[in-house]
């Protein structure tokens, strides 16, 4: 080349290649940055795409227990319950039992008696509060599996207002990334189950959409079938692709208040009963716990139909908290509500302490609301919150709730409610 030296023409050539990404192939100028690299520049376009593709594989390969549960034993199931659950003994017990035989049944292997394990649904019976969702919150904690909560309040028949019954299973496909393999191994937990009873046994000329009409709709989901699932929801996007899944191995945990069924099974004790020697036996029922002596024909006196209570054959009740364990619950637990609260205030450097009459206090408000343990939570953001507010723009670095304040703000709130009425 005239008037430009060998040496020349190859640095302008590496200076020319070094301005462009190594990856995509554009120049400097048409991109915002452009990063060096010991052999090499990459622009912010291919850095973004790099960031999304790691992100899917992530995704791909989320940690779920897919090649098989770590499974524990019975009572290891009711030592870990132990630790986040405070009574319901029986109910604990039913659950390990019922957890255990499910998981076993996923890990069996074919043999030539032919003999196959059936799926054990649950459903639990307990009034507000006393812990059902916090079971299966924390079973599945325990067996790191693919979770969810749903309402059954919401549920209708497919094409009336309200959500699909595969939208139970568009959560879980959600919850697991949608790994298929990873949400057919999850656990569902139904709440509400009571709130989708048959209204009444009167023919009617108008439709049970959200009553009976759930409960068939459910069936196929309870037994085990492939379901096509819409991975966004069923109505807002109809072109969407389905996604088959299969329920066979999904656990299926119900629960539900059944507000009166305790009168239900108070008759079907008194039916029993004629006689003189009938009456000494029904002087041993015990009629401040009469939901320990709930049964599948009980469920069908408030309402379930026949085959949902079929498919749910693990039943178990969950009894009113008692003074003792509601105030057991407030400070024993790993994740207690006293100790989230210390937690809060130690970040701003602040020791927050509650003494037992204090405790106290907060746990018989909650039984007189009959609230169980979810108004203990509601009682305690009353009772603090104004400090809550104040404390961290203060110099102080340490309080006690009193009883005399807690009282004076349960008092305040109680009398603007009043007021408000």
């Known amino acids: 080349m005239p008037g430009f ?59 779920f227990d897919l090649a098989g549960v770590e499974l524990k034993k019975p009572k290891e199931i009711k030592e870990f319950l132990d630790q986040y659950v405070i009574g319901q003994d029986d109910a604990k017990k039913v659950l390990a039992v ?67 019954i595969e939208s139970l299973l568009t959560r879980l496909l959600q919850v697991a990334d949608y790994n298929v393999v990873a949400a057919e191994r999850g656990i569902v937990f139904i709440d509400e189950i009571d709130k989708i009873a048959r209204k009444g046994d009167n023919p009617s000329i108008t439709r049970d959409v959200s009553g009976e009409g ?21 109505r807002k996007h109809p072109e969407q692709k389905m ?40 002087g041993q029922v015990d009629r401040n716990n009469l939901l320990q002596y709930v049964s599948p024909q009980d469920l069908r006196s408030f309402g379930l139909i026949p085959e949902i209570v079929g498919r749910l054959p693990v039943l178990t009740y969950l009894v009113p908290l008692e003074r003792e364990a509601l105030r057991r ?20 450097g602040i020791k927050i302490s509650f003494p037992e009459e204090t405790l106290y206090l907060i746990v018989d408000k909650a039984i007189e609301f009959k609230l169980g343990a979810r108004g203990l ?14 404390m961290p723009s203060g110099d102080h670095t340490e309080i006690v709730i009193t009883p005399e304040f807690a009282m004076e703000k349960i008092d305040k709130l109680s009398a603007v409610r009043l007021q408000a009425g």
């Open 214 to 234: 759930v409960q068939q709709g459910l069936l196929k989901l309870l037994e085990g079938s492939i379901v096509n699932v819409p991975p966004q929801g069923g």
């Open 329 to 348: 619950i407030l400070t024993e637990p790993k994740n207690s509500i006293i100790k989230q609260y210390q937690k809060l205030f130690k970040m701003d």
């Open 243 to 282: 996604i088959p899944v299969d329920t066979k191995n999904i656990l299926f945990i119900c629960g539900g208040a059944f507000e009166g069924i305790d009168r239900k099974i108070g008759l079907r004790l008194n039916t029993k009963v004629v006689g003189y020697k009938a009456s000494m036996e029904n």
């Open 98 to 164: 019922a957890v255990y035989n499910h998981y076993k049944r996923l890990n069996q292997h074919a043999d030539d008696e032919g003999t196959e394990i059936e799926k054990s649904n649950i459903i639990l019976v307990g009034p507000t509060g006393t812990g059902k969702t916090l079971l299966a919150k924390t079973i599945a904690r325990m067996l790191h599996v693919p979770f969810t909560i749903v309402d059954a309040t919401v549920l209708t028949e497919a094409g009336y207002v309200g959500e699909d």
């Open 5 to 63: 030296s060998r040496a020349s023409v190859i640095l302008n050539y590496s200076m020319k290649k070094m301005d462009k990404c190594s990856f995509c192939g554009r120049d400097k100028k048409d991109v915002s940055i452009l990063i060096a690299g010991m052999e090499g520049h990459i622009c912010e376009n291919c850095i973004e795409q790099a960031h999304a593709i790691i992100e899917e594989e992530f995704k791909k390969n989320k940690n």
């Open 377 to 390: 939570r509601a009682i305690c953001e009353t009772v603090i919150m104004d400090v809550m507010f104040e």
